[in-house]
């Protein structure tokens, strides 16, 4: 079923972004490391370098722990299967390390539809708060025909440097995988935005 596949992405990509998040904070660690060797070498000779090095460590210390604290890896299926996608990812905002604004509907779809959707948005949301320097996010939901159609938009692009850029383009596959269409834009001096379409299993909204 289409539910199960959208079931099976979403662990698949909370899986992919712990290996992420693991390796991304080993890194960190070494390149700390490292800079705290030399920065020990530099102490006594040359402090005012030593003292540049500590700093630099401290921030890749820091940036890993802030990795490590990402929030958005938790789905809230408890509040979606019970309360709605509203509900979900209303509660997603209040653990969001960029501030959300919300206009989502409280209309109630097939299971399975709301859980690919708020799995676009936290995934979508874990990619833009890594990959960008985005300050404000914006989620809406709504009724399109039969079909629930979401958007994400921020305010600054996901860098193609980055692993962000490819783990976007790959949010199509379970929304396709779904029966679903989306479409990304990432535009300098607008930002990143996403739209998808998914048809609701039961032809109407649920409940």
């Known amino acids: 079923m289409a539910g199960d596949a959208v079931f099976l992405c979403a662990?698949?990509?909370?899986?992919q972004h712990s290996r992420d998040v693991d390796e991304g904070v080993r890194q960190r660690l070494v390149n700390a490391q490292s800079d705290l060797r030399r920065a020990d070498q530099y102490l006594d000779d040359e402090p005012e370098h030593a003292r540049e090095l500590i700093r630099t460590a401290l921030g890749y210390a820091n940036i890993g722990l802030d990795e490590t604290r990402d929030p958005i890896v938790d789905?809230?299926?408890?509040?979606?299967?019970?309360?709605?996608l509203a509900a979900a990812v209303s509660a997603l905002a209040q653990v969001s390390p960029i501030?959300?604004?919300?206009?989502?509907?409280?209309?109630?779809?097939?299971q399975s539809?709301?859980?690919?959707?708020?799995?676009?948005?936290?995934?979508?949301?874990?990619?833009?708060?890594?990959?960008?320097g985005a300050t404000r996010v914006h989620v809406a939901a709504y009724g399109g025909g039969?079909?629930?159609?979401v958007e994400v938009?921020?305010?600054?692009?996901?860098?193609a440097d980055t692993t962000g850029a490819a783990r976007l383009a790959g949010l199509r596959f379970p929304v396709e995988a779904f029966g679903g269409t989306l479409h990304t834009l990432r535009q300098p001096?607008?930002?990143?935005r996403l739209r998808a379409t998914f048809p609701n299993e039961d032809d109407s909204p649920a409940g």
């Open 99 to 110: 501030p959300l604004t919300l206009d989502i509907t409280p209309a109630r779809w097939a």
């Open 75 to 84: 789905i809230y299926i408890g509040v979606l299967m019970t309360h709605g």
């Open 146 to 149: 039969t079909n629930l159609v």
């Open 153 to 159: 938009c921020c305010d600054d692009i996901v860098r």
């Open 113 to 132: 539809v709301e859980a690919a959707a708020y799995f676009l948005v936290a995934e979508t949301l874990t990619i833009v708060s890594v990959s960008s």
């Open 189 to 192: 001096g607008i930002g990143t």
């Open 11 to 15: 662990d698949a990509g909370r899986r």
